[in-house]
């Protein structure tokens, strides 16, 4: 696909979107129902589809009965474990092998021309961006994730907490589906900017954006307490009238959702002629920029705080001018202090 018809590239090689980023309409006034529906069917098609049909494969064919799992034994814990490794060893494994091993698509719709495995940096553990994300994501995220999980089930085996039937709660469990990306949003949103404050982003949140050139691997590349609080927005299973199914949903569209936010390219092309849109230009920006773009967009929570880019020149613009005021308050502050 000829990407500049879609946006432009700079002398670095870098590929901007050509139409400014937007947020949801759904908390815009007047209410506009067809422009809701339709965003609604971006917001889940295809990837929400496809982190719900993987939950369902997961729940119904690779799950321990709740006989096993009312007693919290190593061998069905390691079972949870082995399989979600596997899963996102394969998912994430599959976007860096066709677009940055293989590079199908070579620079096409890639924000940052550059490739992170053909530069190395002291701040990577082994100098190498891909194999200090596989460490931190393998190895503390995909675990801190299955412990979520276990305590969950183990939670609904014993009826510690109460569960909706899949028929005769149907409409109500429907609505959840469509209520649970918005609610991680705003749980996302929450926490995110909590660990910019600058003790917490000094020694947790700093991990995460070393990768300032994302990839797919960036996706859970975090400190161990930033994979405890971003994967805690499950813990609403426990506290609603839920399904063991929606809760694996959820963190499906967490743990593999968060490669859609990190791939570095705005569309995955799929033929000559077509692609698969990522969104992914929003927190492209944030991990940039760093503080803007806080949230994707959905609920329009930058834009309410004044922290929003859309990705033009004004969004550049109206960037500077926050930091030049936040800078000016920092001085003035210092100066105080001084005199």
């Known amino acids: 696909m000829d990407d500049l018809k879609f946006g432009k590239r700079n002398k670095r090689g870098d590929w901007t979107p050509g139409d400014p980023l937007k947020t949801g309409p759904l908390f815009e006034l007047p209410f506009r129902p067809l422009a809701v529906l339709q965003w609604l069917k971006g917001y889940f098609i295809p990837w929400n589809v496809l982190f719900f049909a993987s939950a369902c494969v997961f729940w119904f064919w690779l799950t321990p009965s709740w006989e096993t799992m009312r007693s919290l034994r190593w061998e069905w814990i ?6 979600n490794l596997v899963a996102v060893f394969l998912f994430y494994g599959a976007f860096e092998l066709r677009l940055y091993v293989q590079r199908r698509q070579g620079n096409r719709f890639k924000f ?17 961006q891909n194999i200090d994300n596989m460490i931190r994501g393998l190895g503390t995220g995909v675990p801190i994730w299955t412990a979520y999980e276990v305590l969950i089930l183990w939670a609904f085996a014993n ?15 429907a609505g959840i589906i469509v209520l649970l990306p918005m609610f991680h949003e705003l749980h996302f949103y929450l926490v995110h900017r909590a660990i910019h404050i600058p003790v917490l982003y000094k020694y947790i949140h700093s991990v995460h954006h070393n990768s ?14 930033e994979h405890l609080l971003y994967f805690s927005g499950s813990l609403i299973h426990l506290v609603i009238y839920s399904h063991p199914l929606l809760a694996i949903y959820h963190l499906h569209f967490a743990g593999f959702g968060a490669v859609v936010g990190h791939v570095g390219f705005d569309k995955i092309e799929t ?6 849109d990522t969104h992914a230009f929003a927190h492209y920006l944030h991990h940039r ?36 005021k936040k800078r000016a308050k920092v001085n003035a502050g210092q100066t105080e202090s001084n005199t």
């Open 78 to 83: 390691v079972l949870l474990l082995v399989r």
């Open 159 to 173: 009826g510690y907490v109460p569960m909706a039937d899949l028929s005769t709660n149907a409409w109500w469990l």
């Open 271 to 276: 033929s000559d002629e077509s692609a698969v």
């Open 212 to 225: 300032i050139n994302p990839s797919p691997w960036s996706s859970l590349s975090m400190h161990p307490v």
């Open 289 to 324: 920029y760093f503080e803007v773009n806080y949230a994707d967009g959905g609920i329009p929570f930058d834009r309410w705080f004044g922290t929003w880019h859309d990705g033009t020149p004004e969004g550049d613009r109206l960037m500077n001018e926050r930091w030049e």
């Open 112 to 128: 940052n021309g550059k490739f992170p495995g053909d530069v190395k940096s002291d701040v990577f553990l082994f100098g190498t």
